[in-house]
Protein backbone atom coordinates (compact mmCIF):
# COMPACT_ATOMS: atom_id res chain seq x y z
CA UNK A 1 0.00 0.00 0.00
CA UNK A 2 1.66 3.47 -0.73
CA UNK A 3 1.20 6.10 1.65
CA UNK A 4 3.28 8.94 0.38
CA UNK A 5 1.17 11.00 -2.46
CA UNK A 6 2.25 13.45 -4.33
CA UNK A 7 0.27 16.29 -5.89
CA UNK A 8 1.12 18.97 -8.09
CA UNK A 9 -1.06 22.20 -7.34
CA UNK A 10 -1.78 25.37 -8.98
CA UNK A 11 -2.89 28.58 -8.32
CA UNK A 12 -4.34 31.19 -10.39
CA UNK A 13 -4.53 34.66 -8.88
CA UNK A 14 -6.89 37.00 -11.18
CA UNK A 15 -7.05 40.57 -11.00
CA UNK A 16 -9.04 43.34 -12.75
CA UNK A 17 -5.80 45.88 -12.07
CA UNK A 18 -2.41 44.53 -10.50
CA UNK A 19 -2.74 43.90 -7.20
CA UNK A 20 0.86 43.96 -5.14
CA UNK A 21 -1.12 43.34 -1.79
CA UNK A 22 -2.98 40.37 -2.86
CA UNK A 23 0.32 38.71 -4.44
CA UNK A 24 1.98 39.78 -0.65
CA UNK A 25 -0.63 38.01 1.05
CA UNK A 26 -0.69 34.84 -1.23
CA UNK A 27 3.24 34.42 -1.36
CA UNK A 28 3.01 35.38 2.63
CA UNK A 29 0.74 32.35 3.58
CA UNK A 30 2.86 29.99 1.30
CA UNK A 31 5.96 31.43 3.22
CA UNK A 32 4.14 30.88 6.37
CA UNK A 33 3.20 27.25 5.21
CA UNK A 34 6.63 26.37 4.19
CA UNK A 35 5.93 25.68 0.84
CA UNK A 36 8.24 26.39 -2.14
CA UNK A 37 6.21 27.47 -5.10
CA UNK A 38 7.79 28.94 -8.62
CA UNK A 39 5.57 31.92 -9.47
CA UNK A 40 5.29 32.49 -13.31
CA UNK A 41 4.94 36.30 -14.70
CA UNK A 42 1.60 38.50 -14.94
CA UNK A 43 0.05 38.48 -18.45
CA UNK A 44 -3.28 39.73 -19.87
CA UNK A 45 -5.58 37.51 -21.01
CA UNK A 46 -7.30 39.53 -23.73
CA UNK A 47 -11.05 37.51 -23.65
CA UNK A 48 -11.38 37.84 -19.97
CA UNK A 49 -10.47 41.39 -19.56
CA UNK A 50 -8.06 40.16 -16.27
CA UNK A 51 -4.62 39.68 -15.30
CA UNK A 52 -3.49 36.49 -14.16
CA UNK A 53 -0.87 35.08 -12.22
CA UNK A 54 0.11 31.61 -11.87
CA UNK A 55 2.01 29.57 -8.98
CA UNK A 56 2.93 26.56 -9.01
CA UNK A 57 3.56 23.87 -6.25
CA UNK A 58 4.12 20.16 -5.55
CA UNK A 59 2.46 19.00 -1.90
CA UNK A 60 3.65 15.53 -0.36
CA UNK A 61 1.16 13.78 1.58
CA UNK A 62 1.86 10.99 3.93
Known amino acids: MNMIKEH ?13 NAERRLEETFDKLGIEFEK ?3 YWIQEEQ ?3 IVYDFDHIEK
Not at 8 to 20: G, H, R, V
Open 8 to 20: NCTIELYEYAPDP
Open 50 to 52: LYQ
Open 40 to 42: ADR
